[in-house]
T-cell receptor
């Protein structure tokens, strides 16, 4: 069964304190791995897509990396506005463009 | 502005009273999908549509119907809502293939069935 697990469930950091979020997956035939940001009461906002092991992508203070079994979202010198829930999802071949989501990591950055 | 628009944002209804949640996108995307988000369960796919008149079940389709008569619209229909359908619902769309473009989500519809 295709499965996506994110850790930790919640993470509280001080402003400027760098850290990483983890997304481990077991899927048969990864088509792509997605990272989304979700603010309270809003829909997920697309951040990155990664396709193959070794790939990296960056956006401002965020950097996503991918291995054959997991992905990391590195947050460098975070600011309070980076506080959100970060969702990881994998696209699987079955069900045509179906996304399987992890349960998210709730990130809080204290000033 | 490119967006996915859902209506209503909030809805409280009674068990058994048919309702429709609308979803419209202005990006000419072929692919549209409905998800529900529940605490501890994450986002789960309900139905999806690859194009006009082409729809299929996701992981949790029981109790829901969809239709895709026009490319821009993908309404979610609950013929006889029950309390276990209380949830936060999201519509999403993407061009094909989504693995290159990502998915755009709507702002969500919070449904309460009493």
């Amino acid at each position: 069964e295709d499965q996506v697990t994110q850790s930790p469930e919640a993470l509280r950091l001080q402003e400027g304190e760098s850290s990483s979020l983890n997304c481990s997956y077991t899927v048969s035939g990864l088509r792509g791995l997605f990272w989304y940001r979700q603010d309270p009461g809003k829909g997920p906002e697309f951040l990155f897509t990664l396709y193959s092991a070794g790939e990296e992508k960056e956006k401002e203070r965020l950097k996503a990396t991918l291995t054959k079994k997991e992905s990391f979202l590195h947050i460098t010198a975070p600011k309070p506005e980076d506080s959100a829930t970060y969702l990881c999802a994998v696209q699987v071949p079955q069900g045509a463009q179906k996304l399987v989501f992890g349960q998210g990591t709730r990130l809080t950055i204290n000033p | 502005e490119a967006q996915v628009t859902q209506n209503p944002r909030y809805l409280i209804t009674v068990t058994g009273k048919k309702l429709t949640v609308t979803c419209s996108q202005n990006m000419n995307h072929e692919y549209m999908s409905w998800y529900r988000q529940d605490p501890g369960l994450g986002l789960r796919q309900i139905y999806y549509s690859m194009n006009v008149e082409v729809t299929d079940k996701g992981d949790v389709p029981e109790g829901y119907k969809v239709s895709r008569k026009e490319k821009r619209n993908f309404p979610l229909i609950l013929e006889s809502p029950s309390p276990n359908q209380t949830s936060l619902y999201f519509c999403a769309s993407s061009p094909r293939p989504a693995r290159f473009y990502g998915y755009t989500f709507g702002s969500g519809t919070r449904l309460t069935v009493v």
